[in-house]
Nanobody, 119 residues
């Protein structure tokens, strides 16, 4: 079993910035990627950003391209999501995960952290 611990959520004003962090307890044979999904009320969980460890490739959803930036440390099994120029549409529970496909779905998930953007 892999445990993921997220931190950094909270309340932020529109146009502001927020940073989310996630640490995984260990690697598995399927831990080729690590990243973030989010789920807003009444909506399905959607991919936000991810890192493919092989080649250090980064992937982003169109809705966050140019505003959100993902970074990570393969050796430490950690990822960080820097969220800039946030809008109320970014309000959601953000989930960190690890798996074999960078755009998910992932094999293991964190408990989620709430991000609320006020207008």
């Amino acid at each position: 079993q892999v445990q993921l611990i997220e931190s950094g959520g909270g309340l932020v004003q529109a146009g502001g910035s927020l940073r989310l962090s996630c640490a995984a307890s260990r690697r598995t044979f399927s831990s080729d990627a690590m990243g973030w999904f989010r789920q807003a009320p009444g909506k399905e969980r959607e991919f936000v950003a991810g890192i493919e460890w092989t080649g250090d490739r980064r992937y982003y959803a169109d809705s966050v391209m140019g505003r959100f930036f993902i970074s990570g440390d393969n050796a430490k099994n950690t990822v960080t999501l820097q969220m800039n120029s946030v809008t109320p549409e970014d309000t959601a529970v953000y989930y960190c995960g690890v798996g074999s496909v960078v755009t998910g779905p992932y094999d293991y998930w964190g408990q989620g952290t709430q991000v609320t953007v006020s207008s």
